[in-house]
């Protein structure tokens, strides 16, 4: 074939004729145009690119539809012209294509005196091996003839209906799928855990008892004391009614904290301000010395920590002591506990 010398920088449709043949710039390259080509072949023209065709297209023209990726070809079949699709399935993925299934999109709370699994940034879960839909409505769970305690909860299939169930049994990665579910039982997805005492349902701004497996990003309980709190005692005493419960996960990040003011009744004496977890464990210190008999001091201390114990409640409340004399905590102390989610 001879040397074919085109023209530089064309622009799209520009024509040029060589050797007795006419190409056509399409934005790419140089195509033989229509009936130029011999052979019995077709001559492709240029290509146009949207969601709908071109307006009056010449014979032999390319059409990329972009919203669905199919290609067309502008064809003559001896009665009409027609466009025909040349490529048998889409170049790209729709829209209905890219929705993905996921697992764990939902997210147990306590709803009245009932606890309801909502959907949640879409609407499956996997049990036993295989992708539920949640329904619209939820899947709802109220305690009865239960001990008082922290229970798990977990999702089931019956027959064909999801249910929920409390549970004492702890939960376990299914070496599978990876899933967390029931020790010992794959037909069980655990998506919370609640606690139940007198068969109610806590989840309030000092008991945050109810937790979700999926998208629970950590909660902050509050408590504050109702009253005065006067102690002499030279050893820690919990601070009457200031405290802070809260459902955490095993190795879960939280941060106890409290504020208040005190005074103590004997100038130049001390107070003393930890936070007991669980009741025992004293975390931090605060100390505040008196300058002048009944004077109000206002005292703060925060304690970021990692809950090492197992999944459970954990409490954290105001602990006390004076050097000598009568220390007095304010009313409206505050103490917190919040949790960042499981890890």
Avoid at 118 to 124: D, I, S, V
Avoid at 148 to 165: H, K, P, Q, R, S
Avoid at 236 to 264: H, I, K, P, R, S
Wanted: with cysteine; glycine share 12%; net charge negative.
């Amino acid at each position: 074939m001879p040397h074919i010398d085109f023209p530089s920088f064309p622009a799209v449709s520009d024509e040029y004729v060589a050797n007795g043949i006419t190409y056509v710039w399409n934005g790419y390259g140089w195509a033989i145009k229509g009936d130029d080509v011999g052979g019995g072949a077709i001559g492709i023209g240029a290509i146009a690119v949207g969601d709908t065709p071109p307006s009056s297209p010449e014979l032999n023209t390319l059409w990329y539809e972009s919203d669905t990726g199919m290609l067309f070809l502008r064809y003559d079949d001896g009665d009409s012209h027609q466009w025909i699709q040349i490529n048998p399935q889409p170049a790209i993925p729709t829209p209905v294509q890219q929705i993905v299934q996921a697992h764990g999109c939902c997210k147990l709370r306590k709803e009245g005196t009932a606890l309801i699994l909502r959907r949640h940034n879409g609407n499956t879960i996997t049990i036993n091996g295989v992708m539920q839909t949640i329904p619209a409505a939820g899947v709802s769970l109220t305690p009865a003839g239960l001990t008082d305690g922290v229970y798990f909860v977990y999702a089931y299939m019956n027959a064909a209906v999801m249910t929920l169930e409390f549970s004492a049994t702890g939960h376990s990665q299914d070496p599978t799928t990876g899933i967390e579910i029931k020790t010992g039982d794959t037909t069980r997805t655990l998506v919370g855990m609640a606690g139940v005492y007198s068969n109610v349902l806590y989840d309030s701004l000092t008991q945050r008892l109810v937790r979700s497996w999926f998208n629970d990003t950590g909660v902050t309980a509050w408590g504050y004391n109702a009253a005065i709190f006067n102690s002499t005692s030279t050893g820690y005493v919990a601070v009457t009614g200031l405290f802070a419960q809260t459902l955490m996960w095993a190795g879960e990040d939280m941060v106890a904290a409290v504020t208040g003011q005190c005074n103590n009744t004997t100038a130049g004496q001390v107070e003393y301000h930890s936070i007991a977890i669980n009741g025992s464990a004293q975390i931090g210190s605060c100390i505040i010395h008196t300058p002048a008999a009944n004077y109000w001091s206002a005292f703060a201390l925060t304690l970021p920590n990692t809950w090492g114990g197992a999944d459970g409640l954990v409490a954290a409340q105001l602990n006390v002591a004076v050097s000598g004399g009568s220390g007095s905590w304010y009313t409206g102390c505050v103490q917190s506990l919040s949790t960042k989610g499981r890890p």
